[in-house]
T-cell receptor, first 113, second 108 residues
Framework: DGGITQSPKYLFRKEGQNVTLSCEQN?????MYWYRQDPGQGLRLIYY???????QKGDIAEGYSVSREKKESFPLTVTSAQKNPTAFYLC????????????FGEGSWLTVV | AQRVTQPEKLLSVFKGAPVELKCNYS??????LFWYVQYSRQRLQLLLR??SRESIKGFTADLNKGETSFHLKKPFAQEEDSAMYYC??????????FGGGTRVLVKP
C-alpha cells in the first residue's frame, strides 16, 4: 500500500525532552514537508526538503530540526527549545515540479505534559 | 515572502445555496494555486489546482492575477461538502504555503 506513514500517532513528552516524529514515504517523491496544524491558524510550514541531503527552514523552524539522509525518510525532532510544542504535526511529500500534488500523512499528535 | 490569506474562518450555508470561499495571496513570482480539503477524520487531500482549470465535485476556482485571488465556488452546496478547506500557494523551490483555512458547514 503506497503512501506516507507517520509515527507515532499520539505522543506525550515531558517538558525539557526532545522527541522525534517519523515520516516515511514509498511514493519515490523528491520533496518532503513538515507542517504544524493549530486550531484557527491553518498549516504552518516548519521545514521542507527538495532532495536528499538538503532541507530549508520554513516559516516556523525555531525549536525544530530535521534530517534527510534517505529519500523516503524525513524525521522531525521537536527540541526542548520549542516553546509551545503541543500541536498536530503533518508530514507530506510531492514529486518535484510545478503544479504537482502533495500527499499528506495522517498526522501525529504531540502533547507536552 | 509568500503569504496566503483566507479571511473567513467559518462559512455556514444551507443545502442548495451557493458557497464561495475567499483566498488571496501575495507572491512576487508566478504562483501555483491549489485548494485542499479535509473531511472529518480523513487526510488532507487535493481538491483542485489552477493549472488544471478543472471542476471537482462541482467546485471551481479561477486564478485572478490582477486581484491576486483564487476564490473557490460551488453553485449548490451539499451536506457532504462540510469540511475544512485550505488554499495553498506553490512557489519556486517547491515551497508550499497554506492559508489559515475555512470551515464550511452546510446545513440541511
Amino acid at each position: 500500500d503506497g503512501g506516507i506513514t507517520q509515527s507515532p500517532k499520539y505522543l506525550f513528552r515531558k517538558e525539557g525532552q526532545n522527541v522525534t516524529l517519523s515520516c516515511e514515504q514509498n511514493l519515490n517523491h523528491d520533496a518532503m514537508y513538515w507542517y504544524r496544524q493549530d486550531p484557527g491558524q491553518g498549516l504552518r510550514l516548519i521545514y521542507y526538503s527538495q532532495i536528499v541531503n538538503d532541507f530549508q527552514k520554513g516559516d516556523i523552524a525555531e525549536g525544530y530540526s530535521v534530517s534527510r539522509e534517505k529519500k523516503e525518510s524525513f524525521p522531525l525532532t521537536v527540541t526542548s527549545a520549542q516553546k509551545n510544542p503541543t500541536a498536530f504535526y503533518l508530514c507530506a511529500s510531492m514529486d518535484r515540479g510545478p503544479g504537482n500534488t502533495i500527499y499528506f500523512g495522517e498526522g501525529s499528535w504531540l502533547t507536552v505534559v | 515572502a509568500q503569504r496566503v490569506t483566507q479571511p473567513e474562518k467559518l462559512l455556514s450555508v444551507f443545502k442548495g445555496a451557493p458557497v464561495e470561499l475567499k483566498c488571496n495571496y501575495s507572491y512576487s513570482g508566478s504562483p501555483e494555486l491549489f485548494w485542499y480539503v479535509q473531511y472529518s477524520r480523513q487526510r488532507l487531500q487535493l481538491l483542485l489546482r489552477h493549472i488544471s482549470r478543472e471542476s471537482i465535485k462541482g467546485f471551481t476556482a479561477d486564478l485572478n492575477k490582477g486581484e491576486t485571488s483564487f476564490h473557490l465556488k460551488k453553485p449548490f452546496a451539499q451536506e457532504e461538502d462540510s469540511a475544512m478547506y485550505y488554499c495553498a500557494l506553490g512557489a519556486a523551490g517547491n515551497k508550499l504555503t497554506f492559508g489559515g483555512g475555512t470551515r464550511v458547514l452546510v446545513k440541511p
